[in-house]
């Protein structure tokens, strides 16, 4: 019913930039969070920063500074600008939305969470 999509990983040197960008697709009212977690090899899961629909934001503190998140509400997209990376940041970045309302008559379905598949970051020292 809820597709995410990312997009925007890949290889960087330190120091580099990359931009994520994470679209949700389906018969979609409104979502009430969206944002990013990663994981890195032999580690737990750990939000990264993510944004309600209101603008309201939590980031990880060891990105503060660096990592930026965005959101297009109309076009249920959320993005992560990542600036001066580095080596510690690579993982397996995956978005996540949550509180999603689909469309309906009388109000559509709930639904708690939504992930997408992952995508690589990969910042070489």
């Known amino acids: 019913q809820v597709r995410l999509v990312e997009s925007g990983g890949g290889l960087v040197q330190a120091g580099g930039s990359l931009r994520l960008s994470c679209a949700a697709s389906g018969s979609i009212y409104s979502i009430n969070t969206m944002g990013w977690y990663r994981q890195a090899p032999e580690r737990q899961r750990e939000l990264v920063a993510r944004?309600?629909?209101?603008?309201?934001?939590n980031v990880l503190d060891s990105v503060k500074g660096r990592f930026t998140i965005s959101r297009d509400n109309a076009k249920n997209t959320v993005y992560l600008q990542m600036n001066s990376l580095k080596p510690e940041d690579t993982a397996i970045y995956y978005c996540?939305?949550?509180?999603?309302?689909?469309?309906?008559?009388?109000?559509?379905?709930?639904?708690?969470?939504?992930w997408g598949q992952g995508t690589q970051v990969t910042v070489s020292s």
């Open positions: 996540k939305a949550d509180g999603i309302r689909l469309n309906g008559v009388y109000g559509g379905p709930y639904i708690p969470d939504a």
């Open positions: 944004m309600t629909s209101a603008g309201s934001t």
